[in-house]
């Protein structure tokens, strides 16, 4: 299954519109997206507006591809989970997003195995097209780990 996840902050019709055409010029019946709350509704696959975490962690679980928006609890759940990722990030000049922050986020992770950066549509349906060669990733624990936590200590001790 591929799973289509825009996060619980927004929509992504952007990403929704070309994977679910792309679902449909391909015949895929696989395909289940996470729209947000929109108006827009997909005609090639099925989709809930929002799922809970439970179901979320679940879907991705199941699933042999991740498709999201470039925000960093999905991109980490989905390492948790050790399943293969594309990732476009939202753009803020197209009204998507408040500012650059997936861009940054993609461009500091894109080098990741398992993470396959879509910078544009033409990326995301190569992707698409390529999914069979998307690695998966490194997994990754839940808990922090030491080190993660001594810096922050030391961060808040030195405030």
Not at 21 to 30: K, P, S, V
Not at 127 to 141: F, I, V, W
Request: proline share 5%.
């Amino acid at each position: 299954m591929i799973f289509v996840s825009v996060g619980m902050q927004m929509p992504f019709d952007r990403l929704c519109k070309i994977v679910d055409e792309w679902a449909g010029e391909n015949g895929r019946t696989d395909v289940f997206m996470q729209i947000g709350e929109t108006e827009w509704k997909p005609e090639n696959c099925e989709y809930e507006k929002m799922i809970s975490p439970p179901e979320f962690r679940k879907r991705i679980q199941e699933s042999t591809l991740l498709v999201m928006h470039a925000g960093i609890g999905s991109i980490v759940t989905g390492m948790e989970c050790g399943t293969p990722m594309v990732l476009l990030p939202r753009i803020a000049k197209l009204k998507e997003t408040r500012n650059e922050h997936q861009s940054a986020t993609l461009k500091r992770m894109e080098h990741l195995t398992g993470i396959t950066a879509a910078w544009n549509e033409q990326e995301l349906i190569q992707a698409l097209e390529n999914l069979d060669s998307n690695e998966k990733p490194q997994t990754m624990g839940s808990d922090a780990s030491p080190e993660l936590i001594r810096r922050i200590k030391e961060f808040i001790e030195s405030a």
